[in-house]
C-alpha cells in the first residue's frame, strides 16, 4: 500500500537550476496538489489537478510549472530556481467528493543556494 | 478575502483536555478540515465537518458553527505524543475544485 509518495525527499541545487520535483499516487485519485510550507505561511497552494490534462493556478503559481499526462503522476518544475523558493513541498491528492480529505506525501526539503 | 485565523502555540498538560480554535472568513465554504503534523512530517486527516455540531472519534472531537465561522478541535487525554502542529483548512466552493485553504497551524506542545 504504497499511497502517495514523493522524490527526492531532499534536494540541494544552485539558483538558476532546473529542478523537478515528483509525485506518485496509487490511488487513482482524479484530483492531485502541490502545495509549499514556510513558516509563518501555511501551506500555500501551487497548481492542482482534477483530472489529467486538466491542471489550473493555485495561490502561488509563479516560477512553477506542472503536468498530468497519466492520472497517477503530478510533477512540479521549477524552470528556474531562485532563493525564494527554497521550502518544503507536499504532493496531495484526494477522491473527487465533496467530503474526502486530502492525503499527502512527506514531503521534498528544497533548498537552493 | 480568505482569512483563516488559528492561535501560533499552546500548551498543555499530559491527561488534559485543550481546546484548539479556528475562525474563518473564506467567500465560500464547503466544509473544514483538521489535519494533524508531526514535526518533519507528513499532514494526515483528523477529522472534517461541513454541518454545525460536534464530530467526535475517539479521543478528538471538532465542532463548526458556519453562522460564527467558527470551529475547534478538541483533544482528550492529552498524550505526549499529541505534541504536533494542528491545521485548520477549509474548503472553498470553487465550482468542481476541490481546493483547501489552510490556517498558519497551532503548535502544540504536551507537557508531563
Known amino acids: 500500500d504504497a499511497g502517495i509518495t514523493q522524490s527526492p525527499r531532499y534536494k540541494i541545487t544552485e539558483t538558476g537550476r532546473q529542478v523537478t520535483l515528483m509525485c506518485h499516487q496509487t490511488w487513482s485519485h482524479s484530483y492531485m496538489f502541490w502545495y509549499r510550507q514556510d513558516l509563518g505561511h501555511g501551506l500555500r497552494l501551487i497548481y492542482y489537478?482534477?483530472?489529467?490534462?486538466?491542471?489550473d493556478k493555485g495561490e502561488v503559481p509563479d516560477g512553477y510549472v506542472v503536468s498530468r499526462s497519466k492520472t497517477e503522476n503530478f510533477p512540479l518544475t521549477l524552470e528556474s530556481a531562485t532563493r525564494s523558493q527554497t521550502s518544503v513541498y507536499f504532493c496531495a491528492s484526494s477522491e473527487s467528493t465533496g467530503d474526502e480529505p486530502q492525503h499527502f506525501g512527506d514531503g521534498t526539503r528544497l533548498s537552493i543556494l | 478575502g480568505q482569512n483563516i485565523d488559528q492561535p501560533t502555540e499552546m500548551t498543555a498538560t499530559e491527561g488534559a483536555i485543550v481546546q484548539i480554535n479556528c475562525t474563518y472568513q473564506t467567500s465560500g465554504f464547503n466544509g473544514l478540515f483538521w489535519y494533524q503534523q508531526h514535526a518533519g512530517e507528513a499532514p494526515t486527516f483528523l477529522s472534517y465537518?461541513?454541518?454545525?455540531g460536534l464530530e467526535e472519534k475517539g479521543r478528538f472531537s471538532s465542532f463548526l458553527s458556519r453562522s460564527k465561522g467558527y470551529s475547534y478541535l478538541l483533544l482528550k487525554e492529552l498524550q505526549m505524543k499529541d505534541s504536533a502542529s494542528y491545521l485548520c483548512?477549509?474548503?472553498?466552493?470553487?465550482?468542481?475544485?476541490?481546493?483547501?485553504?489552510f490556517g498558519t497551524g497551532t503548535l502544540l506542545a504536551v507537557q508531563p
Open positions: 465537518n461541513v454541518l454545525d
Open positions: 489537478s482534477a483530472a489529467a490534462d486538466i491542471t
Open positions: 483548512a477549509v474548503r472553498d466552493y470553487g465550482g468542481a475544485t476541490n481546493k483547501l485553504i
